[in-house]
């Protein structure tokens, strides 16, 4: 029985880790060691010169074994593999993120920050992400069969599989393209604006993105924009490998 390790960026109450882990839980024996608040935007950062809280989580899936960490998502692997586990688990999961993790959003990624952890801790490793909505019709059709297939299908060292579902109507949803490349561009061009100004002539800023649909063909970004489920893979520098059974 497959061994597997789960974790997110939402945090340990998000909607997505949960349907995430019951999926999941046809595929293995589930440990699940998440965030204990969000912390999306956390990348691959990990916690160095402070303690970590770690707590045992009364999760809503019965048979999962879970802990809560005041960590990132990446510390979330590490503490799970070298404390919780003690040993490497056979496929590290990271999601449902609320949110696409493609194009170059996917540097950002906490969610991604995870898979490239579980990755180069030897783990075969799987990032999902879905839009940011409520509709999870494609998630719900595709997410056990893209499971399957891709937990199923071996990874060069330090690459992940990256996953991420439109949030249409299933009817609107053209399918899944796979070898997705990472798109160049990004769903939000970031601005920054003044929300208060100070003495002395310093600002108080915040981001303020601005959302644009634009995106090369054959790539991750721009099988979203037109409904589709992006796979795709992604090594440690953010270069697309060729999946060998494509």
Same mark, same amino acid.
């Given at each position: $029985?497959?061994?597997?390790l ?14 995430? *882990? ?17 912390r999306?935007?956390?990348?691959? /950062? ?5 303690? $970590?809280?770690?707590?045992? %989580?009364?999760f ?10 005041s ?11 070298h404390?919780?586990? &003690? ?7 990271s999601?449902?993120? %609320? ?5 170059t959003?996917?540097? @950002? ?13 030897g783990? &075969?490793?799987?990032?999902?992400? +879905?839009?940011?909505?409520p509709?999870h019709?494609?998630t719900?059709?595709?997410l056990?069969?893209?499971? +399957? +297939? ?10 992940? @599989? ?13 399918? *899944?393209?796979?070898?997705r490349?990472?798109? !160049? /561009? $990004? ?5 920054y !604006? ?8 310093? &600002? =108080?800023v ?8 634009k995106?090369?063909? +054959?790539?991750? =970004?721009?099988?979203l924009?037109? &409904? @589709? *489920? ?6 440690? *520098? ?7 059974? !494509?």
């Amino acid at each position: $029985m497959k061994r597997l390790l789960i974790t997110n960026d939402d945090g340990m109450e998000a909607d997505g880790l949960i349907r995430l *882990v019951r999926a999941a839980k046809a595929f293995g024996e589930v440990w699940v060691v998440a965030p204990d608040g969000q912390r999306s935007a956390s990348s691959h /950062s990990l916690t160095l010169r402070d303690p $970590m809280k770690v707590l045992p %989580y009364d999760f809503p899936v019965d048979g999962v074994k879970s802990w809560s960490c005041s960590g990132t998502p990446a510390d979330c692997v590490r503490v799970g593999i070298h404390f919780i586990l &003690h040993e490497k688990p056979d496929i590290v999961l990271s999601g449902i993120n %609320y949110g696409y993790n493609s194009a170059t959003d996917i540097q @950002y990624s906490g969610t991604c920050g995870a898979a490239f952890e579980g990755a180069f801790q030897g783990a &075969h490793s799987i990032a999902v992400s +879905e839009q940011a909505c409520p509709c999870h019709e494609v998630t719900d059709r595709y997410l056990s069969e893209l499971l +399957e +297939e891709l937990i199923a299908t071996p990874l060069p060292y330090g690459t992940i @599989y990256n996953v991420n579902f439109p949030g249409c109507p299933l009817s609107e949803c053209g399918g *899944v393209l796979r070898n997705r490349t990472v798109s !160049r /561009s $990004m769903f939000y061009a970031d601005a920054y !604006r003044v929300r208060q100004k100070l003495p002395g002539g310093g &600002h =108080m800023v915040q981001v303020d993105g601005n959302y644009q649909e634009k995106a090369e063909e +054959e790539t991750d =970004m721009h099988a979203l924009i037109h &409904h @589709y *489920v992006s796979v795709g893979t992604v090594n440690n *520098v953010g270069v697309i490998q060729t999946s060998a059974n !494509r």
